[in-house]
């Protein structure tokens, strides 16, 4: 079994952080309902196959839940992480850390979104 089940990105401003994340990672973004009781809730799904390797999640606006930081890392698995980490600053976001070696387990980008949250990008080439 996987440690990571699911993962929420909060954000401030959805239309841009869906922007950000869909420009990054060249993908489309999906609404998801929201929880009974939780109308100001917004939230958008990342794509998943629930029978493939990984973890999926979504960003998520909910009044007073506080953006930003480096507490938690999300890494987005990528064919080559310099491709995507070459799209970061053109999406709004900045880089941390350019494609770095991590050994046997790949490589990283560590980058930073329009919503000041750190997030990562993995792969083995």
Same mark, same amino acid.
């Given at each position: 079994m996987? &440690? =990571?089940?699911?993962?929420?990105?909060?954000v401030?401003?959805?239309?841009?952080?869906? @922007?950000?994340?869909?420009?990054v990672?060249n993908?489309?973004?999906?609404?998801? &309902?929201? &929880?009974? #009781?939780? &109308?100001?809730?917004?939230?958008?799904a990342?794509?998943?196959?629930?029978?493939?390797y990984? @973890?999926?999640g @979504?960003?998520?606006?909910?009044p007073?839940?506080?953006? #930003?930081?480096?507490?938690?890392?999300?890494?987005?698995?990528?064919?080559?992480?310099?491709?995507?980490?070459?799209?970061?600053? @053109?999406?709004? #976001?900045?880089?941390?850390?350019?494609k770095?070696?991590?050994?046997?387990h #790949?490589? =990283?980008?560590?980058?930073?979104?329009?919503?000041?949250?750190?997030?990562?990008?993995?792969?083995?080439?």
């Open positions: 996987n &440690p =990571i089940c699911w993962f929420e990105i909060y401030d401003d959805m239309p841009r952080a869906k @922007a950000f994340y869909q420009t990672l993908v489309e973004l999906q609404p998801l &309902p929201v &929880p009974d #009781g939780a &109308p100001e809730m917004e939230m958008y990342f794509p998943s196959a629930m029978n493939s990984g @973890a999926t @979504a960003l998520v606006r909910m007073g839940c506080e953006v #930003g930081g480096y507490s938690t890392i999300v890494y987005f698995t990528c064919e080559d992480c310099a491709v995507e980490g070459s799209r970061v600053v @053109a999406a709004g #976001g900045s880089i941390h850390r350019e770095l070696s991590i050994g046997e #790949g490589f =990283i980008v560590l980058a930073v979104d329009t919503e000041g949250n750190m997030f990562g990008l993995h792969s083995m080439n």
